[in-house]
């Protein structure tokens, strides 16, 4: 299946206009097709898998932004420390410790932002709601204990419902704004300046809702096998 040129164009200009950020997420995905959208001057690609995204970063150009949007293992984390430039699905405090740890040890800043579930199914990573509503007060204690001072945080991060109910994504999406402006009002010194949520069928939606970076696979490099 060929990258379709026409809609990442199209897309990148609607995005622009409304200050929204674009990560091409190029899982399964071949260098080949990561190159025709670079191309294009696509910068920011997403990658589900360590290893794949290892082998993919070794042979694409080092300006390409790397994003890692899947589920991360802590004995991973080493692999991407040292180019990562923003880890999407940081959902327990275990892990942020191990971000914290290797970051230090290789002498790096780590963005990452925090993945909340707000969808209805059981099967989706992230800080539980009822976690979510202790998230500020945990970090802030954390941090005046002196924890993270290698991380960055620059937001949060959710996957909608699969769903066709626009009503129930839109309740989601609008529920993460709203925790993530409480966040920011509280941990006003982090200055979050990134929501990542949205997909190739709900990005309109999470646009609406106060996305400022979505995260658009098929639409642009065709359906997934
Ligand atoms: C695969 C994936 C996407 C992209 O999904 P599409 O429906 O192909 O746009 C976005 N975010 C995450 C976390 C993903 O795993």
């Known amino acids: 299946m060929a990258v379709n040129k026409e809609a990442y164009l199209q897309l990148i200009t609607e995005l622009k206009s409304r200050n929204v950020g674009l990560v091409a997420v190029s899982k399964t995905k071949t260098v080949q097709d990561i190159l025709e959208l670079y191309e294009l ?109 290698n991380i960055r945080i620059r937001g949060l991060m959710g996957m909608s419902s699969f769903s066709e109910n626009e009503d129930l994504i839109r309740s989601e999406f609008g529920k993460l704004t709203l925790l993530f402006n409480d966040m920011n009002a509280k941990l006003s010194d982090l200055k979050m300046d990134t929501l990542s949520m949205g997909m190739s069928n709900d990005y309109k939606i999470a646009v609406e809702e106060g996305s400022t970076l979505v995260r658009i696979g098929s639409m642009l490099f065709g359906a997934r096998v």
């Open 41 to 149: 001057g696509q910068k920011d690609f997403g990658e589900n898998y360590v290893q794949e995204l290892l082998e993919k970063q070794k042979q694409l150009p080092d300006d390409i932004r790397w994003h890692f949007i899947g589920h991360l293992q802590r004995n991973k984390v080493k692999f991407l420390v040292p180019f990562i430039h923003l880890i999407h699905g940081v959902d327990n405090f275990r892990l942020l410790d191990e971000i914290d740890h290797q970051a230090k040890k290789a002498g790096h800043l780590v963005h990452c932002l925090l993945q909340v579930h707000i969808a209805v199914e059981a099967t989706k990573f992230g800080f539980s709601p009822e976690e979510s509503v202790q998230l500020s007060e945990t970090i802030q204690k954390y941090r005046q204990m002196k924890k993270y001072e």
